[in-house]
């Protein structure tokens, strides 16, 4: 039986497969991890873009109230309902509104914006090589 087999196959021509075949399978297989790999890199930075909107959205409400709080609002609304005295006392009143800055909260905002706004732009970068590269 085994023999049977043996003449069978051995009058087969073998097949060898064409010049460059096997780079184009190993440049295929690099492409198609490559491509794995920025799906997985679009899901994270999906949720960073996610998160730091939330965080966005917590730090404007903190900066905000921090506004409120320190009563640099009213200080800032003499400009439009006495602007004369403003403007007589400009350097006393700049001296007061920076007093009167919630600095730490308007750190926290421009942290939150600038990640919110890092995390687009990786997410952008990665969608458009998804979205330009055919396979």
């Known amino acids: 039986m085994t023999q049977d087999y043996q003449k069978l196959f ?3 021509r073998s097949v060898s497969p064409r010049e460059g ?4 399978v190993i440049l295929r297989l690099h492409s198609k991890r490559r491509i ?3 799906r997985q890199r679009i899901a994270i ?3 960073a873009v996610s998160l730091s909107a939330v965080a966005l959205v917590y730090a404007a409400k903190l900066f905000i109230s921090g506004i409120y709080q320190t009563g640099f609002a009213q200080f800032f609304s003499l400009v439009f309902s006495d602007f004369g005295t403003v403007v007589l006392s400009w350097q006393s009143f700049a001296m007061t509104l920076l007093e009167s800055l919630p600095i730490l909260q308007l750190v926290a ?3 939150s914006v600038l990640l919110f706004l890092e995390f687009i ?3 952008a970068r990665d969608v458009r090589f998804i979205s330009q590269s055919t396979i």
Request: glycine share 6%.
């Open 109 to 111: 905002l421009f942290v």
């Open 45 to 47: 930075f999906g949720v």
């Open 21 to 24: 075949f096997a780079d184009e």
């Open 36 to 38: 794995l790999a920025i």
């Open 121 to 123: 732009r990786l997410l």
């Open 10 to 12: 051995h009058y087969l």
